[in-house]
């Protein structure tokens, strides 16, 4: 018998390898593997790995070491990890990833309103009267005629190709039928208003009182802000009476934010506008043939409540909304805070500044459930830190205007979801050029190249529409039309309250849900 060399084991004639260490023991093979210390790192089939038996308790130096090298090896690798992780391209990797398990998680956890993708209903927008004295009382009113309205009331095209091809715009509200109810009468009123008629062939009720749709024109016999139905009317003493204006509508909803947020049932993101296809305030002009610019972005200052003429000198103008540093400087510093917050390839995002604003608002300004009768400016707005839908929509817009953006009035009522109860309601409107690139890259002729759409601040509806929103009026220049609108016509010896309806409605086409979460840009 023989002994191992290495482990000193008992070994037999003509064993070429131990196997109780498992290493070579014979001819100069295996010599010349002890030499360089080419060992065997594995096991036989008879030997366990590691020292021989006789050594494992005597050799504790080598299970230090082994220990040693062992902790030296998870050290390293946990150095390796640290190494990929914060590399550049690693750490990008990884909180890209990060950002999107956050964004889903903040997703399946944000509040939501469920909203029909399409529904068709009659809203009844209703005048009543209270005569509480002796007397005859009286009222001129005038209740707006609405009218279809599309994803881009300034173009024939949602987009044109450069091919001559065109993407079609989609209609968001249609009107079925109008009827005017009054003294026990059914008065059918044309859509758009047309043909007019004007107060002299106006139709006559069973009570005497007057019913015409004259057009757009000066004076109490016309409509001052655009189609509408006139009304004159006496209010015999002790009485009660009511308009009714049943208007049917087929409504959809609609996007104008290229978004996974916004689901796919629902119709226009896929050429709607987002932070990566926005284009810069410089392109804003560049739109349109530039009359959104020209119409409202331009304009610093708008919708002047008290009216002042360049002859009153002691009159004091009282702007709803204004980007001046002089009337609004509030505005003008938010303005500036909210640029700021902005990453520095996105200062010049339209889309990012809108978005931006859009979110600070919601966080910063709570709704105001007994706001006056006249509305907040956007400056007051934000000095109170509160507002009700019409002032915040002033705030967003004058924050708007400070950067030239093109954003005007929409007016009508907003409904449930089941249509169950409504409210008078005022939101805005805004343009946002898609980018250079963005319209170069999809051979879109650059000057149809943008869109304009609904931001309602109160309600957190970014770039879309919806069925529930019945829409009543959107503004036109000149901005004294708004006015207009508001007043309604006058009344005397009586009380007035207007309010909205449902009659009837359908829903179809299921249902999507809009998620209250920020837009992390």
């Excluded at 009153?312 to 938010?334: D, E, L, M």
């Excluded at 008078?424 to 050029?433: D, R, T, V």
């Excluded at 898609?434 to 170069?440: A, T």
């Amino acid at each position: 018998m023989g002994a191992c060399p290495f482990c000193r084991a008992q070994t037999l004639p003509g064993d070429s390898i131990c196997y109780s260490c498992g290493r070579v023991i014979s001819g100069a093979t295996g010599m010349t593997q002890r030499v360089r210390g080419e060992f065997s790192r594995g096991t036989s089939r008879r030997a366990s790995a590691g020292s021989a038996p006789m050594k494992k308790k005597s050799d504790g130096g080598g299970i230090r070491r082994r220990r040693k090298k062992s902790k030296l090896n998870q050290l390293g690798l946990v150095a390796l990890i640290a190494f990929i992780f914060f590399t550049p391209d690693a750490r990008e990797y990884v909180l890209a990833k990060w950002a999107e398990l956050e964004t889903f998680i903040m997703e399946g956890i944000a509040p939501a309103q469920v909203f029909p993708v399409e529904a068709e209903y009659t809203v009844l927008r209703s005048v009543d009267l209270w005569n509480n004295d002796s007397g005859i009382g009286h009222l001129e009113e005038s209740i707006p005629i609405p009218t279809d309205y599309s994803s881009n009331e300034n173009d024939e095209v949602s987009l044109a190709y450069t091919d001559g091809t065109e993407k079609q715009k989609s209609t968001i509200q249609k009107v079925m039928n109008i009827e005017l109810r009054i003294d026990g009468e059914i008065i059918s009123i044309p859509k758009d208003g047309l043909p007019t008629k004007s107060k002299a062939n106006a139709v006559i009720t069973n009570q005497g009182n007057e019913v015409w749709w004259p057009g757009v024109g000066q004076g109490s016999d016309y409509c001052g802000h655009g189609s509408c139905v006139r009304i004159s009317m006496d209010i015999p003493e002790f009485s009660q009476e009511s308009v009714d204006l049943a208007v049917t509508i087929e409504a959809k909803s609609h996007s104008w934010w290229h978004s996974t947020r916004v689901d796919g049932k629902v119709e226009g993101k896929s050429v709607g506008a987002s932070v990566s296809r926005s284009g810069t305030f410089d392109d804003i002009s560049e739109r349109g043939e530039g009359t959104r610019y020209v119409q409202f972005g331009q304009h610093k200052e708008w919708y002047d409540r008290n009216e002042c003429q360049p002859a009153q000198p002691n009159c004091s103008p009282n702007f709803a909304i204004s980007g001046k540093q002089s009337t609004a400087p509030t505005v003008v510093q938010t303005a500036a805070s909210i640029e700021a917050s902005l990453p520095s390839d996105l200062k010049d995002n339209v889309y990012a500044y809108g978005r931006a604003t859009f979110d600070w608002l919601n966080q910063n300004v709570p709704y105001d459930y007994g706001a006056g009768v006249q509305a907040r400016s956007g400056e007051i707005c934000l000095v109170d830190g509160l507002g009700d839908c019409d002032e915040q929509s002033n705030a967003f817009m004058s924050i708007m205007r400070v950067k030239g953006v093109p954003t005007w009035y929409a007016f009508g009522a907003l409904t449930d979801p089941q249509f169950e109860s409504w409210q008078g309601h005022g939101w805005a409107y805004i343009m946002i050029p898609l980018s250079d690139e963005w319209c170069e890259d999809n051979d879109v002729v650059i000057n149809t190249c943008y869109v304009e759409g609904s931001v309602d601040v109160v309600n957190r509806k970014w770039l879309v529409h919806t069925p529930t929103a019945y829409i009543d009026w959107i503004e036109k220049t000149p901005a004294n039309l708004i006015g207009e609108y508001y007043t309604g016509g006058t009344m005397s010896g009586i009380d007035r309250v207007r309010s909205f309806s449902t009659e009837d409605y359908s829903v179809s086409g299921g249902t999507w849900s809009n998620k209250w979460l920020q837009e992390a840009l």
